[in-house]
């Protein structure tokens, strides 16, 4: 097995799983213990409460569930529709297309607002739409708030006043899985219904908890919903937390690697996190800047903070730039999915990371871009982002 190790750190730059601290990876190393012992709500009890303040909620109620956030869409929208029932959802890049699949599949019917790749959720289109059902047949509108496959973040405040603006009493979904713990999220106040994420990116944990955080609005439609539901079902839940326990065996590890992760993020402060993902974006945009390229995100209103889609030239395959940085220089770089295949590489840049570990991150960027025939000057995007950076730092 000559030649197997590869030494040092891989440096893991796909927008999800991200990594893992030290002291979160620690935190997980534990003995199995029994999920029903009169101690177990001790650990379950105060998660369920401190889970919400990633999310800017009061009001809602956390259901932990052991899936990836693919199963938290499922258990947001099985809980609270019924089949049949119509949902409006603009539909921009791969996740708001899967996302729109699985309402499809569990039986809902799906008013699809197609905008470009590159785009995001048109809030003037979606009051229209809204105020054109004037029988409020439309259940909810469906929004993913960071589009990870095209590097595109939603304005969703801005969604939740087109609601509001067309006086439609439809709810409010947001698939905030590659936002939450990164991007400033407003549950409370943007009355978000249920707002969903997975635990391998903000939270800075292995795959395998899908949160959803869910209004008072939704839990009272989940009285009534009909769509088939059963591991999902957020009445059992309900009923095994609220004694701190669940309706089945819960992943242990991964619990008390929550308790660390949100002790992360408090220490930090929710805020400075939003600052330093804020910063860290402005970085990775200036270097793709100085290489003279430029993001899937058409316009700077749609720059996400937590990926960054570069676009590559015409007659270079991204796909090759990602096989070259991940097979020279150990660099982990996200591929271009479905429609942007082989268009684009995506540079991750959520979760626990500093500057320094993003300037290694872009200058492998730059040496397997070169490997690959892009054109660029070499350490050009490098200076400009530890420019940037020194900016981010002044005062
Ligand atoms: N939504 C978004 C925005 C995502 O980025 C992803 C995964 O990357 C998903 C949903 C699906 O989550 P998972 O892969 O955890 O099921």
Redesign the pocket.
Known sequence: MAGSRRPGRNFLFV??PTNVPERVQRAMIVPMEDHRSSSFPELTRPLFEDTKAIFKSREGQIFLFP???????EAALTNTLSPGDRVLAPRFGQ?ST??IDLAQRVGLDVVIQDEEWGAGADPARIEEALRADREHRIKAVLV??????TGVTSDIGAVRRAIDAAGHPAMLYV?????IGSIDFRADEWGVDCA?T?S??GLMLP?GL?IVCASRRALEAAKTAECRRAYFDFADQTKANATGYFPYTPPLPLLYGLREALRCLSEEGLEQVVARHRRLADGARAAVRAWGLTLCAKDPKWHSDTVSAVMVPEGINGAEVIDIAYRRYDLALGAGLSKVAGKLFRIGHLGDLNELMLLGALSGCEMAMRDAGIRIEPGSGVAAAQEQFRKGREG
């Open positions: 927008p999800g899936s990836s956030g693919t199963g938290a869409w996740f899967l996302w993913v708030h960071n589009e990870t496959a698939d905030g899985v590659s936002s969903i997975g391998q990116k795959a899908g």
